[in-house]
């Protein structure tokens, strides 16, 4: 986002009374016009992430003043972050006409985030290529290029895109995370905490980025007291986030620590009753303790939440074996089967068939 959209400069204007430099210095600050004023109180309450009090102020901007086209960009902005993104489109398209297309890169380049959030991935990437051939250097654009071939499982040419941004700019940790991501994807867990630890270097700050290098050191490395280190860190921060509860979790299940296990993962489900993982990781922390029913009823929780978490048709198939279920035990392998689940087809062929 560029920054003269989202500050405004303010300048004064010295005064002097005559020509001798002993003379006093009188400083007024300039008067700004009432929709600059009104428009700088929504970009305060836009920092402070009050969207909907944002909108009113930009919509109040734009109504004493229809061609102010900043509003209309950072309203589209507040609309974005609301989800909102149908009236998105519709604030960038003036304020693109207002712009002109040699000022609108970052309309752009949010039209194309929006159009991706609805689905519109050809739209999408049309926007992405045409800002490419102004400016094959857009460090946001290629970001959004590699996004986009993420989605569509392209993993080798977004790597190929991660370096370009990496090989310019001597390290760009949204890209070293992002390339993780797409290691991550392709089961290369050695080379994504690689990308993850560089990108963690370069923006230690960065809560996402911490996470994924928390996971991948555990993932990647066993390295349980460096995670669980990094994880606590997270969450003195942001004590709410259940992904943070959830991967603690998970690591303590396969540390064989069920109790403390069930307990990460309780904080978790509590945070976000949504949560389908964290369910499936309670329901496999039972299982181990040998709570044969208890797991089964998480692991419906986790297929209520997530109808196509494939995982956990897999593990509560094994737990209905547990309970001597067989045939439901069946039914859930096979739908496993179907969801492309980890180890499905082997145990439905050597349990079922």
Same mark, same amino acid.
């Given at each position: 986002?560029?920054?003269?959209?989202?500050?405004?400069?303010?300048?004064?204007?010295?005064?002097?009374?005559?020509?001798?430099?002993?003379?006093?210095?009188?400083?007024?600050?300039?008067?700004?016009?009432?929709?600059?004023?009104?428009?700088?109180?929504?970009?305060?309450?836009?920092?402070?992430?009050?969207?909907?009090?944002?909108?009113?102020?930009?919509?109040?901007?734009?109504?004493?003043?229809?061609?102010?086209?900043?509003?209309?960009?950072?309203?589209?902005?507040?609309?974005?972050?609301?989800?909102?993104?149908?009236?998105?489109?519709?604030?960038?398209?003036?304020?693109?006409?207002?712009?002109? !297309?040699?000022?609108?890169?970052?309309?752009?380049?949010?039209?194309?985030?929006?159009?991706?959030?609805?689905?519109?991935?050809?739209?999408?990437?049309? +926007?992405?290529?045409?800002?490419?051939?102004?400016?094959?250097?857009?460090?946001?654009?290629?970001?959004?290029?590699?996004?986009?071939?993420?989605?569509?499982?392209? @993993?080798?040419?977004?790597? !190929?895109?991660?370096?370009?941004?990496?090989?310019?700019?001597?390290?760009?940790?949204?890209?070293?995370?992002?390339?993780?991501?797409?290691?991550?994807?392709?089961?290369?867990?050695?080379?994504?905490?690689?990308?993850?630890?560089?990108?963690?270097?370069?923006?230690?700050?960065?809560?996402? +980025?911490?996470?994924?290098?928390?996971?991948?050191?555990?993932?990647?490395?066993?390295?349980?007291?460096?995670?669980?280190?990094?994880?606590?860190?997270?969450?003195?921060?942001? +004590?709410?986030?259940?992904? @943070?509860?959830?991967?603690?979790?998970?690591?303590?299940?396969?540390?064989?620590?069920?109790?403390?296990?069930?307990?990460?993962?309780?904080?978790?489900?509590?945070?976000?009753?949504?949560?389908?993982?964290?369910?499936?990781?309670?329901?496999?922390?039972?299982?181990?303790?040998?709570?044969?029913?208890?797991?089964?009823?998480?692991?419906?929780?986790?297929?209520?939440?997530?109808?196509?978490?494939?995982?956990?048709?897999?593990?509560?198939? +094994?737990?209905?074996?547990?309970?001597?279920?067989?045939?439901?035990?069946?039914?859930?392998?096979?739908?496993?089967?179907?969801?492309?689940?980890?180890?499905?087809?082997?145990?439905?062929?050597?349990?079922?068939?």
């Amino acid at each position: 986002m560029r920054k003269s959209v989202l500050t405004l400069l303010l300048t004064t204007l010295m005064v002097t009374s005559g020509y001798s430099a002993s003379k006093a210095v009188v400083a007024s600050t300039i008067q700004l016009p009432e929709q600059e004023v009104v428009y700088n109180k929504g970009i305060e309450l836009l920092k402070k992430k009050e969207y909907d009090a944002a909108i009113i102020k930009f919509t109040a901007s734009i109504s004493i003043d229809s061609t102010f086209t900043k509003a209309y960009y950072n309203r589209a902005v507040a609309n974005f972050n609301l989800e909102k993104y149908t009236k998105t489109i519709s604030d960038l398209k003036v304020a693109i006409r207002q712009y002109g !297309e040699a000022e609108s890169a970052d309309c752009y380049l949010l039209l194309s985030k929006a159009d991706y959030a609805l689905g519109n991935i050809t739209e999408s990437t049309e +926007i992405i290529d045409k800002l490419l051939e102004q400016n094959p250097y857009n460090t946001k654009a290629l970001l959004d290029k590699g996004a986009i071939l993420q989605v569509t499982e392209q @993993y080798d040419k977004a790597i !190929e895109v991660y370096n370009s941004i990496i090989y310019r700019t001597g390290g760009n940790a949204p890209a070293y995370n992002e390339q993780g991501n797409c290691f991550y994807a392709i089961g290369d867990i050695e080379r994504a905490y690689e990308c993850y630890r560089k990108a963690h270097i370069a923006d230690p700050e960065n809560k996402k +980025i911490t996470y994924n290098f928390a996971t991948a050191t555990w993932s990647a490395k066993k390295d349980s007291a460096t995670a669980f280190n990094l994880l606590n860190g997270l969450i003195k921060e942001e +004590i709410d986030n259940a992904d @943070y509860y959830n991967a603690k979790g998970y690591m303590y299940v396969q540390l064989g620590m069920t109790d403390d296990a069930i307990e990460n993962f309780n904080m978790a489900i509590a945070l976000n009753h949504s949560l389908a993982s964290a369910y499936n990781g309670k329901g496999t922390a039972l299982y181990l303790a040998k709570m044969y029913s208890d797991a089964l009823l998480e692991f419906n929780k986790s297929i209520d939440a997530n109808t196509n978490y494939g995982d956990a048709y897999v593990n509560r198939a +094994i737990a209905k074996e547990a309970t001597g279920d067989y045939s439901g035990a069946c039914a859930d392998f096979k739908r496993g089967v179907e969801l492309g689940a980890k180890n499905a087809q082997l145990y439905y062929s050597k349990q079922c068939d």
